[in-house]
């Protein structure tokens, strides 16, 4: 099964409101990422986040990481429709080669 | 413009025909990957090379082959082998940084369909 795991499958909320998205691993990581697609295009990196961090901040995103409970969330906030997209997080496990491991992803869809 | 270009954006592969897609960088990242992605999933890694001439296996390299001649370019070559090629595929580069993986900047993508 994948490594990591997205919280909800799909999300729809309306422009303004507040979207969160949650990912949960299995295995020891050194960093966890997150990453946005949109739709028939390449993935675009958002925010990284190391194992000794617990939150941090950029622009209307802000990731917190819990290792104890091996889960990870994002928060956009303010949501616009041009935030319509995919959402994946992507873990940089500490065993084995070096690579990351995307999550299935999670859609959200902003509605004007 | 810095970047990671991947061409074509659609190819179309007949059976029993080898198709290569290509993958160029200009980032001067010494790590680069190619992933499959299916409708509706994640990413899922075919192969990977953290050095000129080096290359590894990811999870699902069956009926995939690539080449790592130069820094620049990582070409993946579908092969008559790989019975369900059809899917999204990714490439992506990234600088390595010791035993940690650092951000990986993405290609545009090829959609590969079989005829």
């Known amino acids: 099964s994948q490594q990591g795991e997205e919280d909800p499958q799909a999300l729809s909320i309306q422009e303004g409101e507040n979207a969160t998205m949650n990912c949960s691993y299995k295995t020891s990581i050194n960093n966890l990422q997150w990453y946005r697609q949109n739709s028939g295009r390449g993935l675009v990196h958002l925010i990284l986040?190391?194992?000794?961090?617990r939150e941090k901040h950029s622009g209307r995103l802000r990731v917190t990481l819990d290792t104890s409970k091996k889960s990870s969330s994002l928060l956009i906030t303010a949501s616009r429709a041009a935030d319509t997209a995919s959402y994946f997080c992507?873990?940089?496990?500490?065993?084995?080669?070096?690579?990351?491991?995307f999550g299935q992803g999670t859609r959200l869809t902003i509605n004007p | 413009d810095g970047g990671i270009t991947q061409s074509p954006k659609y190819l179309f592969r007949k059976e029993g025909q080898n198709v290569t897609l290509s993958c160029e960088q200009n980032?001067?990242?010494?790590?680069m990957y190619w992933y499959r992605q299916d409708p509706g999933q994640g990413l899922r890694l075919i192969y990977y090379s953290q050095i000129v001439n080096d290359f590894q296996k990811g999870d699902i390299a069956e009926g995939y082959s690539v080449s790592r001649e130069k820094k620049e370019s990582f070409p993946l070559t579908v092969t008559s082998a790989q019975k369900n090629p059809t899917a999204f595929y990714l490439c992506a580069s990234s600088i390595q940084r010791g035993e940690t993986n650092e951000k990986l900047f993405f290609g545009s993508g090829t959609q590969l369909s079989v005829l």
């Open positions: 986040i190391r194992s000794n961090e």
């Open positions: 980032l001067n990242h010494d790590a």
């Open positions: 992507a873990t940089s496990i500490i065993q084995g080669a070096q690579k990351l491991v």
